[in-house]
């Protein structure tokens, strides 16, 4: 999903798309949303231990984490504090605003805020 996912460079700077020239075109396409993330893992196992590993290693509160899967036994990671949205046929777009709308919400942070990226 990561790899096919764009994300429109002013969503990603908070600036208007304006391209008077090739140079700024090119600077204003959209970017896969896989090259935002700095860490990416698959992880077998419990997943308790999975997201214990990975704050270790990224330094990333747990309360900062969205975890979507498909299993409902892996929302034992909200004891953690991180936020699990169970998608059970899969993420598409309308899941993936309803787990970032939940996220958001467990942060106190309201609908006005959400970017919403077409």
């Known amino acids: 999903m990561l790899r096919t996912l ?3 460079s002013s969503a990603a700077t908070g600036t208007a798309q304006s391209s008077p ?9 959209p970017r896969r949303a896989l090259d935002f993330f700095d860490h990416l893992e698959i992880y077998p196992g419990s997943k308790i231990k999975h997201f214990e590993k990975l704050q270790k290693v990224t330094g990333v509160a747990y309360r900062e984490m969205l975890f979507f899967d498909d299993e409902k036994r892996n929302r034992e990671v909200e004891k953690l504090g991180v936020t699990m949205w169970w998608v059970p046929d899969g993420v598409d777009g309308g899941e993936f605003d309803r787990g ?3 996220w958001r919400k467990r942060r106190g942070w309201g609908d006005e805020e959400i970017l919403k990226i077409s």
Request: aromatic share 0%; glycine share 0%.
């Open 21 to 29: 020239s090739k140079a700024k075109r090119d600077q204003d396409k």
């Open 6 to 8: 764009q994300i429109p």
């Open 100 to 102: 970032i709308r939940e």
